[in-house]
């Protein structure tokens, strides 16, 4: 892909690629007020919206349609069909579905509308020409990111807002620095706010600053972020966690570039471009009504799905590579490690290959892997004592025998906490030597239910 066959063109608030890849599906409204309407998913880029909202790329103009309908995510040779819990559901060859897989030459019926899908035989589109393995200090060289850098190019060159969507420990605050560096704000303020880190109550005055006396404690007055990034880049991780009250005054910002600090009169002027990230579905919580559409629409100018490292081919050994350089530059990577590496799941994602790469050069390798625990200790820590495993292992199948057994739930939860509260106080005990003080200490609670839950694991 180049810069000259690849233009971006904006479809109402997000900026889509024209022309992707050489294969994926190509889906055609058959019948319907759009019938002839037809629009391409390939996989490993953005999913694709259909609904009558004008940010779906499909857009239909069918009254039994919902603003946003569904979701169509092409993955390998697949594509998946969500339905974004519309009003009249989502039929896949007639059978109602929520969540499913579609083949070639299927049909999904969606209110009166009829959409085709057949495979994409754009043969004449040129393969996707290699762009390195990292945008700035995001790293990776799958074919999903090789496909996503030359927009990442123009989208940091532009002043739209941007949203970056991807699960947790993806990468998503590496890629906003990154976008901030590309762009012609690079020399200016580069601010973060996480708004998960702060109670609502906070985040306006973090966000917005405050005057002095405007609250209890605000003894001094206060800028706020949009303030401190005010001719940079603000990028806001987690917006989807941000209060629902909020949002239309976050909205204002963004609309009419200027703001009140909480307690204030005066308006402030702010140039200030936005990044936000979020874990979690917005599409989905602007239909539940926990994100506001106009905010979404606003800041999704320019919008990003970063892919799960385990839809990222390659990518675990070059990160893996990279972090031990980093981390260990004197030492050779172990090919056992790598292999293994290569060949887990990585919930955590990118965080975690990091996370563990770091623990494993730390104690030179001491710290033992869950798998490479031995059987019927699943979990034992190393380091520590057999009587410590012992209560571990004693633990783990008493909670097998719950999880296998026939009692009623609120039965068995009485005893899963007992059993959890046995197992704590053993293990307390015997890593003081029977001290009851520096064990209450240790599980912070005091001496009295110490001894109190002590009896009762006795009697058990």
């Known amino acids: 892909m180049s810069g000259k066959d690849e233009p971006?063109?904006?479809?109402?608030?997000?900026?889509?690629?024209?022309?992707?890849?050489?294969s994926g599906f190509q889906l055609r409204v058959e019948c319907g007020p759009d019938a002839g309407a037809s629009i391409s998913v390939d996989p490993g880029l953005d999913a694709i919206l259909v609904g009558t909202s004008s940010v779906c790329q499909l857009r239909l103009t069918d009254p039994e349609v919902s603003r946003r309908h569904l979701r169509l995510e092409g993955e390998g040779t697949r594509l998946r069909v969500t339905d974004l819990n519309s009003t009249n559901g989502t039929r896949l060859e007639g059978v109602a579905v929520q969540d499913a897989w579609a083949e070639a030459g299927q049909c999904l019926t969606l209110g009166a509308t009829t959409i085709r899908v057949a495979?994409?035989?754009?043969?004449?589109?040129?393969?996707?020409?290699?762009?390195?393995?990292r945008f700035g200090g995001f790293l990776g060289g799958c074919p999903e990111l090789q496909r996503l850098y030359p927009l990442l190019g123009r989208l940091a060159e532009s002043d739209v807002s941007i949203v970056i969507e991807g699960e947790t420990g993806t990468g998503k605050e590496v890629l906003a620095e990154a976008l901030h560096e590309h762009s012609s704000r690079s020399n200016k303020p580069y601010v973060v706010l996480d708004c998960t880190t702060l109670p609502a109550n906070l985040i306006e005055a973090e966000l917005f600053g405050h005057e002095r006396g405007a609250f209890t404690g605000s003894v001094t007055q206060r800028r706020g972020v949009f303030e401190e990034a005010h001719g940079g880049t603000l990028f806001i991780d987690e917006i989807g966690d941000l209060d629902l009250s909020l949002q239309p005054k976050l909205l204002r910002v963004l609309e009419r570039g200027e703001l009140r600090r909480v307690g204030g009169n005066q308006l402030i002027h702010v140039d200030v471009r936005v990044i936000a990230a979020t874990r979690?579905?917005?599409?989905?919580?602007?239909?539940?009504?926990?994100?506001?559409d106009d905010l979404f629409h606003r800041l999704a100018i320019g919008r990003v799905s970063l892919p799960p490292l385990r839809k990222r081919p390659g990518d675990i050994a070059l990160l893996a590579r990279h972090f031990w350089r980093e981390l260990s530059p004197h030492k050779?990577?172990?090919a056992r490690l790598l292999e293994r590496w290569e060949s887990d799941s990585w919930p955590g994602n990118v965080r975690e290959l990091r996370n563990t790469i770091a623990r494993h050069v730390a104690t030179d390798g001491l710290a033992m892997e869950p798998d490479e625990a031995p059987s019927g200790l699943a979990a034992a820590d190393a380091t520590a004592s057999p009587e410590v495993n012992g209560v571990l292992e004693s633990a783990?199948?008493?909670?097998?025998?719950?999880?296998?057994?026939?009692?009623?739930?609120?039965?068995?939860?009485?005893?899963?906490l007992e059993n959890y509260q046995k197992a704590r106080v053993k293990r307390a005990?015997?890593?003081?030597d029977g001290a009851v003080d520096a064990a209450a200490q240790s599980l912070g609670i005091g001496k009295r239910y110490l001894h109190m839950l002590k009896s009762g694991a006795r009697k058990r």
């Open 332 to 334: 050779a990577l172990p």
């Open 119 to 133: 495979v994409s035989q754009d043969a004449a589109a040129p393969a996707p020409a290699r762009h390195g393995d």
């Open 280 to 292: 979690r579905d917005l599409d989905h919580a602007v239909e539940q009504g926990t994100f506001r």
């Open 429 to 432: 005990l015997l890593e003081h």
């Open 8 to 22: 971006v063109t904006t479809s109402t608030q997000r900026y889509v690629p024209i022309r992707q890849l050489s």
């Open 396 to 416: 783990l199948a008493e909670l097998k025998g719950l999880l296998w057994s026939q009692e009623p739930i609120p039965v068995a939860r009485v005893k899963l």
